[in-house]
């Protein structure tokens, strides 16, 4: 479904990411494994257009998409849920949905999703008209997932979604990724809690400053000997 | 005296909700762009200078005629941002803010020599009467009241836009969180182009206000931007509704103070400017 291959991608002088290759299958969770400042963000968002590559190219459902900008991406069902949330403070709950299902794609069933996310996420319907910004840091962080629903995903990019989330809400959110994935929407999650990351996932890859140096089923991965000693802490 | 009172509230909150059009407009596309756009108050020049050609010509209610405006205005701003704003925003933060400063500011000297070229420098100003209403031993004008009654609707209809309509939704989220908007499908560059039109809109109306309640020349547009740009900082940057209290405020402050001590209201104005900063930083609703 989304192939990156070969892909380089610099700030200015200073190249972040170095010939990076993976690529996401229907219907998988696949995750990206690294510390900070390994490449994991930028990444995702050379996926979603906003940055550009130097080198390589990206394909999703067969289609080149490394010229395209942000919008048009979102148009083709690849939705990123982004780091630090990027939710709009100032507009209700209601109105942060509203604005996912805001591409020509989403608004067609936009009832139907609004119904599933609700279903998911019961106690944000009981916030319908407060603000975003208002909200509980997990409140957010279930807002911005479901904001990201409402776009209707066929691939659904989530970055580093259980950053500052107390451990029982990690659970939970890991849970819920996979209702979603259920839910045939398939799944790039880009963690650094990877103990989570690779029970929740099928498949992983390992990024270390800009290149990926690992990559196999999340069975392998837990047993290899790196991984444990960087990632797992064993 | 209550019929002084009276009358200097209607002309006050007139006058505010001139300022408060125009400001609003600026602080849409400051929202939006992070641009400061010192061509606004030209925008506004020209919004009085079109309505008064177009009233010279057929000598109908000027108001009226500011409905052809709209359109106009809404493609002027637009293009405006295709052609001289876009290609700025390439840079980030303080280098488009002054790079933003430097094109507008000469967009506004060439709108200026041009408009004083073709249709000369000297003051421009429509005396419209309409039959004034007399309650008791008030008269108040009702070409006043008309323009407050548009005023009202104009910004009405632009909330409603903002809260309502999916382009409206994205406009404010863009001027929440750009790159969330984008992730999630805004163009947020055709929003740009948009918001600047809507903008124009704004400034062309309280210009035609401006002329028919005032006069007009080809100068005043740039002190015009400089003031419309301390109301932004008093409504709190960034914040959208608060431009139009700052407005409002502004104007009632000039009407009262220039009613009982005319030289000083254009000081009185910046002394409550400062003095609402010096308690809230940040502005009124910033």
Request: glycine fraction near 10%.
């Amino acid at each position: 479904m989304l192939q990156v291959q070969d892909v380089s991608v610099c700030y200015g002088d200073i190249q972040a990411l170095f010939n990076l290759t993976l690529q996401v299958e229907t219907g998988e969770i696949v995750t990206l494994l690294g510390s900070n400042g390994a490449g994991k963000t930028t990444t995702i968002n050379t996926i979603s257009g906003i940055l550009h590559l130097r080198q390589g190219a990206i394909l999703f459902d067969g289609k080149s998409i490394h010229q395209m900008t942000p919008f048009r991406i979102v148009e083709h069902g690849l939705i990123q849920i982004p780091e630090g949330r990027m939710l709009f403070p100032d507009m209700t709950v209601f109105e942060n949905l509203q604005m996912g299902a805001y591409s020509i794609r989403a608004r067609e069933n936009r009832q139907e999703t609004l119904d599933w996310v609700c279903h998911l996420f019961p106690r944000l319907m009981e916030r319908f008209p407060q603000l975003a910004g208002t909200l509980s840091g997990g409140e957010q962080q279930m807002l911005a997932i479901a904001r990201g629903l409402m776009s209707k995903p066929k691939l659904l990019m989530l970055d580093e979604p259980s950053l500052g989330l107390a451990p029982l809400l990690v659970a939970e959110l890991f849970k819920i990724v996979s209702q979603i994935n259920q839910h045939s929407v398939t799944i790039l999650l880009v963690e650094q809690n990877a103990v989570q990351a690779l029970e929740t996932a099928h498949r992983g890859y390992v990024l270390e400053n800009g290149k990926i140096i690992l990559h196999g089923k999340s069975s392998d991965l837990i047993q290899n000997d790196h991984v444990r000693a960087s990632y797992l802490g064993i | 005296m209550a019929s002084i009172i009276v009358q200097l509230l209607i002309i006050g909150t007139l006058q505010g909700g001139i300022y408060a059009l125009a400001a609003f407009g600026l602080a849409l596309i400051f929202g939006v762009s992070n641009v400061l756009n010192l061509a606004h108050g030209q925008f506004l020049m020209l919004g009085g200078l079109f309505s008064y050609i177009l009233f010279m010509a057929t000598k109908w209610n000027p108001l009226l005629l500011s409905l052809i405006l709209i359109p106009l205005f809404f493609g002027l701003g637009f293009l405006f941002e295709r052609g001289l704003v876009r290609p700025l925003l390439e840079r980030k933060g303080h280098e488009l803010v002054i790079a933003s400063i430097l094109v507008t500011l000469g967009a506004s000297l060439a709108i200026e020599d041009i408009t004083s070229f073709f249709w000369g420098p000297e003051e421009k100003g429509i005396s419209y009467m309409m039959p004034s209403i007399q309650m008791g031993s008030m008269v108040i004008s009702s070409i006043r009241l008309l323009g407050l009654l548009f005023i009202v609707l104009l910004t009405v209809a632009v909330h409603l836009f903002l809260k309502k309509t999916y382009t409206g939704r994205a406009l404010r989220a863009t001027t929440q969180n750009r790159q969330g908007a984008m992730l999630m499908g805004v163009n947020t560059f055709r929003i740009g182009s948009i918001t600047f039109g809507i903008g124009t809109i704004l400034a062309s109306a309280a210009g035609v206000f401006y002329v028919i309640l005032f006069t007009i020349t080809p100068f005043i547009g740039i002190p015009l931007s400089i003031k419309y740009l301390c109301i932004i900082v008093m409504g709190g940057l960034g914040s959208l509704y608060g431009s139009l209290l700052g407005g409002l405020i502004l104007g009632i402050t000039e009407a009262i103070t220039g009613y009982f001590a005319p030289h000083w209201s254009e000081t009185a104005a910046f002394f409550i400017l400062v003095a609402i900063l010096l308690i809230r930083p940040k502005g009124l609703l910033g």
